[in-house]
């Protein structure tokens, strides 16, 4: 919000200058021989004022803080900072591992400069493009962190070039491709980024004509969304983005153990797609975060399917009487103590009125509807498990139209 201030006698003189809105700038080219992003906090060729940054290099693809040090004119300085490595104390600086020394182009489209430690290497770097900031501008290397964890982890906006060109250039990397996998009418292969180590699907080919385009959108989109925050994690070893000092967990420079997180597909057809992304994820704090989520798309138009989308009855996403009767009704109940025993504990019939998710199982005898518990408190996370498996034919009555077309063979 701008301020105005009057003086009786000057209020018609007087005019006030607004500031330039800071445009954060993505530039990319290499230190030496090895591939580089860098992100400023706005344009080094026409801004005032120090400028701090961050960068990736592409063969790695987690931030690394670049703090402002000295400006004069085009030309900067930053600092690098080096990994904590338990050198860090909350409240003061991380430890420096090399200085940066450019000059940015009269048009700033291209910067040069240098990048100093034990030795001096070139840097040349050219600019990728920008994006636009709303709130307040960004002064520091986290305050760049802060804007990905934001848009894209807590907001869930789509990486593009106008978004982020910055993180578009991160994400946007070469994959290693699996073996092709699933049925004659529909296939897929899981693609792995070898900076992040865990593998995602792609739909590779749909009988009919069918455009698997709208669904590896959403994949992708989840993919990327991931790497983001394995990356992000990753990035915590710094002292730039630690906003409250050290995490215990999280200074030791790994990707929250995303790279063991699974993603399995349970059904794809020409129509509808459905899988499961389970894992244990930690990045500091009080608890892992465990989960086991089931996901169905119709492939089509990608749109991603929840329980009212699938089933009659549906209130505010939580089953109505009808289906959580169905589902205690034809869940078979153990008949061992220990399971017994466990099944009280968590008060599954109970958690069938709130956490019910439903999804497809493809298999030689065709689809079969599955329904689970997703999303329960952290404290009875264990309890989270498939209740039942039905030919769909046995819930027919209880399919709203659109969700019975998708499952029609």
Request: overall charge negative; charged content about 30%.
């Given at each position: 919000m701008i301020r105005r201030m009057f003086w009786p006698l000057a209020a018609a003189t007087l005019a006030f200058a607004v500031p330039a809105k800071a445009d954060p700038v993505t530039y990319k080219g290499t230190l030496g021989k090895t591939g580089v992003v860098v992100e400023l906090t706005d344009d080094p060729a026409t801004s005032q004022g120090q400028?701090?940054?961050?960068?990736?290099?592409?063969?790695?693809?987690?931030?690394?803080?670049?703090?402002?040090?000295?400006?004069?004119?085009?030309?900067?300085?930053?600092?690098?900072?080096?990994?904590?490595?338990?050198?860090?104390?909350?409240?003061?600086?991380?430890?420096?591992?090399?200085?940066?020394?450019?000059?940015?182009?009269?048009?700033?489209?291209?910067?040069?400069?240098?990048?100093?430690?034990?030795?001096?290497?070139?840097?040349?770097?050219?600019?990728?493009?920008?994006?636009?900031?709303?709130?307040?501008?960004?002064?520091?290397?986290?305050?760049?962190?802060?804007?990905?964890?934001?848009?894209?982890?807590?907001?869930?906006?789509?990486?593009?070039?106008?978004?982020?060109?910055?993180?578009?250039?991160?994400?946007?990397?070469?994959?290693?491709?699996?073996?092709?996998?699933?049925?004659?009418d529909a296939s897929y292969h899981d693609v792995t980024d070898p900076r992040t180590k865990f593998a995602r699907p792609r739909v590779v080919e749909l009988a009919g004509g069918v455009s698997p385009a709208a669904a590896n959108a959403v994949l992708q989109a989840r993919h990327w969304r991931d790497e983001l925050d394995a990356l992000g994690c990753k990035a915590m070893q710094y002292a730039g983005f630690q906003e409250y000092g050290p995490i215990p967990g999280a200074e030791d420079g790994t990707l929250g153990d995303y790279d063991g997180t699974i993603s399995e597909v349970r059904a794809l057809t020409p129509k509808l797609m459905s899988w499961m992304e389970s894992g244990s994820t930690f990045c500091g704090g009080a608890h892992p975060n465990n989960y086991a989520d089931a996901f169905t798309m119709d492939v089509r138009n990608g749109k991603l399917f929840g329980l009212g989308d699938m089933f009659k009855g549906v209130v505010d996403g939580a089953p109505g009487p009808s289906l959580v009767a169905f589902v205690k009704e034809k869940r078979a109940k153990p008949a061992d103590q220990t399971d017994i025993n466990f099944e009280n504990d968590c008060g599954i019939d109970e958690l069938i009125g709130q956490y019910l998710v439903g999804s497809v199982k493809r298999d030689d005898s065709g689809l079969k509807l599955v329904f689970g518990l997703q999303g329960l408190p952290h404290v009875i996370q264990a309890c989270a498990d498939d209740l039942i498996e039905l030919p769909v034919a046995d819930v027919g009555e209880l399919l709203t139209p659109q969700f019975a077309e998708l499952l029609a063979q």
């Open positions: 400028l701090a940054g961050r960068c990736f290099y592409r063969s790695q693809g987690a931030d690394i803080p670049l703090q402002a040090k000295s400006r004069k004119g085009r030309s900067l300085e930053l600092s690098e900072e080096e990994a904590c490595k338990d050198k860090c104390e909350e409240g003061k600086p991380g430890p420096i591992g090399a200085v940066w020394k450019l000059t940015a182009s009269a048009d700033g489209k291209t910067l040069e400069g240098s990048w100093t430690a034990r030795k001096t290497l070139p840097i040349k770097l050219e600019r990728a493009g920008s994006r636009s900031v709303e709130g307040d501008a960004p002064k520091s290397p986290l305050d760049l962190y802060n804007f990905t964890d934001e848009t894209f982890l807590v907001g869930d906006a789509n990486v593009t070039m106008e978004t982020s060109p910055y993180d578009y250039l991160r994400l946007d990397a070469p994959l290693e491709v699996g073996e092709k996998k699933g049925w004659p």
